[in-house]
């Protein structure tokens, strides 16, 4: 039986594609102007050749009007995605050391 494949989060690229420029109606080029970047970053941004770095995200954020955080989130959405897609077989060897818990009780007792 083959395993249900998940879809893939959205990309960076293909939120600022399908979701934020198409209003605009701005070049490439004026949108890098307005990031303060080369129109080459952009063209890999948008092309899915580049990943968000943090100093990317805030300007991102600022032109935008978003956060920073949300262009993070999104990149490691489709990081995260693309790992697990690649490591899958590989991840299955890995051997398990604990009982899972739950993420609010993994930091309870730091700092007390």
């Known amino acids: 039986m083959r395993k249900q494949e998940t879809l893939s989060p959205p990309t960076p690229a293909q939120v600022l594609r399908e979701r934020l420029l198409p209003g ?3 070049t490439q ?8 970047v080369s129109r080459l970053s952009v063209n890999q941004l948008l092309n899915d050749k580049r990943a968000i770095s ?3 995200a805030l ?7 978003t956060t920073a955080r949300f262009w993070l989130d999104l990149q490691k959405g489709i990081d995260l995605y693309r790992a697990s897609a690649e490591l899958e077989e590989e991840l299955r060897s890995v051997r398990v050391l604990r009982k899972p818990i739950p993420e609010h009780d993994l930091f309870r007792d730091v700092g007390d």
């Open 24 to 26: 605009l109606e701005i």
């Open 29 to 36: 080029a004026e949108l890098a102007d307005a990031l303060g």
């Open 54 to 56: 943090a100093e990317m």
């Open 59 to 65: 300007r991102l954020a600022r032109a935008f009007s």
